[in-house]
């Protein structure tokens, strides 16, 4: 059995503390210390793979003094900070030292976990990254998704904390700049996706998701970038609904199929629709009113697709969504209704398991699926969408 990674969390004040605890033990190895001093020693004597740092700790090496110590002594660890309402200057400064994620107060379990898995899925690529042969790949990486996620980031924080001090342009350039930035980072998500894909380093062993909060954050930098095109984004999934499949591979198919739905039209809305059929089979529906990438033929037609007459982002996407399909082992059709609508349909197989009493919308042994209770996120950043 692989050994769970070990997360360290770092809070001075013991109920924050506990609480993150019980989140966090189910998933992963944790230690919890109400000392930044004291964390800085765990760092030199454990091998952590993420810390959940509060910035604000009086009695103590603050936050932001502990992240410069994890930057200064080159420890190998994604930091995640967790702020207060409206401590924005303290969370620029972060990011700044190298911070990969922040959490606001207050926050929710499936938020905690989802920025740790990322943090998690980050470090595994970059871990990787450093051993493909060609190390050129492994720097450009690093030198790329660095600045971009501190942009993506800063400007997250600037939305949220100050947009009510911004004029109607500076809010329009804010939003530019970021969903500027999130698109470049998904183009180099997907080059990376496939590298990895092709070196055998991409872990893709199933693992259980509830499904309702793994679309929400996959959707949310979509939906960001459809509003602006006047497109919105539904969802329709019951919350009990849980996957066993490998979420970060799925991400990338299904955030890619949404993603040219949202560039395909104006004025519209698109549904993502999740749901398990009689089989056990679970389905996710994108419908829409345009033309998908997808062809008829289904998936084998996008490998079609991707010739060199077709643009370099229609190549790639197309390879990415074909690539994704096999490594999940799912099937795509497309289907268009009287009314014009068109609905991609990505079906997931059946695969073996145990039912849960608690989960209604768990199948059981006697139909052969298996899914779970366990939140995930795909990453937003980088694991959303493909333009």
Known sequence: MDAKPHVLVVDDEPGP???????????????????????????????FA??????????????????????????????????????????????????????AKPYRASEVLGAVRSAL???DTRLKASQVKDRFLGNLSHDFRT????????????????????????RRALARIQLNSERLLSYLEGLFFLTELDTGDLPLKPHEFAVRPWLERLLRPISREATENGVA??????????????????????????????VATQD????????????????????????????????????????????????????VVARAARAVDATIEKRTAENMRTEVRVTLPV???????????RPSATNGAA?????????ERASGALP
């Open 121 to 123: 899925s980050a470090r």
């Open 371 to 379: 899914a779970g209770s366990h939140e995930t996120a795909g990453e």
């Open 50 to 103: 993420v810390i959940l740092l509060d910035l604000t700790m009086p009695n103590d090496l603050s936050g932001t003094q502990t992240l410069r110590a994890i930057r200064d002594n080159g420890f190998d660890v994604e930091a995640i900070v967790i702020t207060g309402q409206g401590a924005l200057e303290t969370a620029v400064e972060s990011l700044r030292l190298g911070a990969r994620d922040y959490l």
């Open 147 to 170: 600045p971009l996620n501190a942009i993506v980031g800063y400007s997250s924080i600037l939305h949220e904390e100050v947009s009510d001090v911004l004029t109607v342009e500076q």
């Open 351 to 361: 695969l073996n398991g145990s039912a849960h009493p608690s989960d209604p919308k």
């Open 233 to 262: 984004i539904e969802i329709v999934c019951d919350q009990d609904l849980v996957c066993l499949s490998n979420a970060e591979t799925l991400a990338r198919l299904v955030g890619v199929l949404v993603y040219e739905a949202t």
């Open 268 to 319: 519209e809305a698109i549904t993502v629709a999740c749901e398990r059929n009689a089989s056990g089979a679970l389905t996710f529906a994108i419908r829409h009113r345009a033309a998908p990438i997808l062809g008829e033929e289904g998936v084998h037609a996008m490998e079609a697709e991707s010739s060199d007459a077709a643009p370099a982002s229609n190549r790639l996407a197309c390879e």
């Open 17 to 47: 503390r506990e609480s993150l605890k019980i989140i966090l033990k189910q998933e992963y190895e944790v230690t919890a210390t109400p000392r930044g001093s004291e964390a800085l020693e765990l760092l030199k004597q454990g091998d």
